[in-house]
């Protein structure tokens, strides 16, 4: 496949830039630098060139000089993907495919529920387009501010949604993508039930642009809930986190709308590093959760739902306490907590993560023995742990030793990384929950995942992209 | 591909034999007769030998053996597909490989809430045996007493319980498949939550047996509901049914459990021809629904939801008439007039058949255009409508005029189809929503999804079974 030109050459750049026009052609060294570095400083590539379509048509004809000079293509959309997916590599010999003009909602039908839009439309404009019209887009992410409908598609996001309303793949009933070729693939449909055929859709999401363009999507809406409510609890520990899961689970089932998970290290991170916080609880917990369910009903109904499960909870002493937010301002609080912990993280050095998960009913042991594993890896290393229980998958990053080198420290990648993933293997479990696999984990796909799978995905990446210029380098 | 033997030798026979031995090769035409003829009779084949493997070891053996001699196998479970996915063709140079061997339910792992079941697991023996944990499989057909698993999956069955829990590709969570190849492909996940690589998994799952051999599953259950309801209504009209549905669905949302519309017309052939039935009102109704309210909660709940909804209906005239079961022999008799519509229209002569799914909003429509059709094409021709309306889709039947010849009415079934498929097309429906392709839509397939998707799904067959040797001449 290493028949890409040695360089994108001034002629090469004026053809593409020819069918975007020149203005959204980003040759200037500074409009090109936050498009080639990811927000955490850890993923940086080189290009000489942004493309910024206006549409599906634009899209197909770049796809199409691409296929004809063998010109590798990096689609990206909000540029805040987690393991290196949206990025070129250093050879400036890849351009970068930049969505964001895509960022049109198509339709919002509220007869069927669903929203028609487009791969650039930011996931919280959706939000609020949806809202606007009594719905409820439940895929809720840390970065809804800035990430994007086709790169959430992309890497089947996942976040504090997906309990309940499942991951971007089962939100997503249909998709338009543009084919390396630069042929349309207009599969945008609205139904609940088509079996024509392979499931094509389900491989271009979770493809990470390694496939094909998604420059559309049609997604499910559902009705706003009429009351939702949330509360910030502290548990004794992983096992009883684990029987409130279960016992909110049989009482509030598809009501039980996020169930989140977070060990006393990262919410003391974020009290001492996020200006403006405050501990929701006045006694000390090692473990507290973050429970909210929702009522189709009422708001009363969910507000005695939630009383339930907590009292349920409390007699069985599965909570030592336990707050509800009791306001809009309230509930952005607890949520804030809860979404600011990466970004605390950071000012403690030195972290190695790993995006899990394991059966849900594995996390206390996975919990417990990775916390040994870590020790024996680099004592005095701080595990900081959080994330979506309820879906078995957990964020397990580790903070360097107070005091420790950072560089020293990151040694230790992939020394922690093996120990962890062990765990994560004999539990069953997936080293990528739903981050995916971009650069970061490719290698780690290839020598952990059984050979056959491995050997099946690239005969899907020739099937589909057999001149490899779509996103090479990612995935497989 | 056309490297098949001219026909199964006594050679290669004896070859396959000796991987299951004597007694599980099937080769008396008698004992083979139940094989090679479909249910309604409609698809029927040939071949010398069914090959009645014990486990995914001799699945893996006969597969390889059918690679080295470039033998079609043709996968089957209980031989209850509709569209002719399950039979050999009539060369006499298939093999039928019957997965109903495999009938273990390896695992009920509770705290997961998952079930590991092999292929040849009837769907009712899973379902009784998650009940008799406190668990709930919800995929429910019509033929659950004798479809397997391994079929559901592999044709993506719907059936009535899609519209909350969805089809059997949702409740899937990971598969073991034998390759062409004879590999064993082992993804028996248990996570909610796994983005290592493009999803195989979807592939298999829908991909009607020519990918590879489905031979295990690993499926989701649910909490038993405390609480049902099923009520059988009258509704005017079917904008009465439509809005009656966003009704439910506004007071229940995941609540409700089914939402089925039927003409009069078969419930009336219902009534006629199966013995012991009776109508549930006394009322004559043009239109009628089915309609199931499910509570996590208690029995209470349940009955208070329904009790909401048919009140709320009645006020807006949603709803002329209804009765609620009030036992379980009602409600099996209310579900039984559902069931055996398909059976009593058998009686009527002629039928020429319909899987559609259009968006839900449309079905009013789609039903008032569709009835015109029907006309132009055979004047007199009686349509027998009734499906899973919450999912948008309807077994569209249309029975011969009374009196008329079978033969000489069947003549119109390609017109009859063109007529209808084009009221689906423009309306953004589906030729198959939950039945498949297998031969009998093979070639609707080809004319009339767009090209880059049959060209697509050719590039994924051949990447994953070059030979041709898996279940060919079905989807694609």
Redesign the interface.
Known sequence: MNTQPDSLTPELIARFAAIVGEKHAVTAPEDIAPHVMEQRGLFGGTTSLVLRPANTDEVSKIMRLATETKTAIVPQGGNTGLVGGQMPDKSDRQVVLSLSRLNRIREI?L??N?ATVEAGVVLQVLQEAAAAEGRLFPLALASQGSCQIGGNLS??A?GVG?LAYG?A??LCLGVEVV?PTG?????L????????????K??F???EGT?GVITAAVVKLL?MPKGRELAWGAVPSTAAALKLF?KA???????LTMFELMERRPLDFVLQHIPGTTNPLTEESPWHVLMEVSS??SAQDARELMATVLSEAYEEELLADATIAQSESQRAKLLHLREAMSEAQKMEGGSIKHDI?????AVPEFIERAGEAVQQVVPGARVVCFG?MG???LHYNVSQPVGADAVEYLRHYGAMNEAIYAIVKDL??????????GTL?RDL?VAT??A???D??R??????DPAGIMNPGK??
Chains 1, 2 share one sequence.
């Open positions: 039908d007869a069927s669903t890497s089947n996942g997906a991951t793949r089962d084919l042929e349309i693939f207009d599969d449909r609205k139904l609940k039930k088509d079996n024509t055929g392979y499931d094509l389900d491989l999401v979770g493809g496939l009705p279960q689970n049989e009482l509030a089932g598809p009501s189709g009903r998960s394991v059966p849900v009913v979506h879906d078995g998958n069953g479990g997936s080293f990528s929950a739903e981050h995916g696999i984990k796909l995942q059984p056959i799978a491995t099946l995905m005969r899907i990446k020739a099937a589909f995935v497989i």
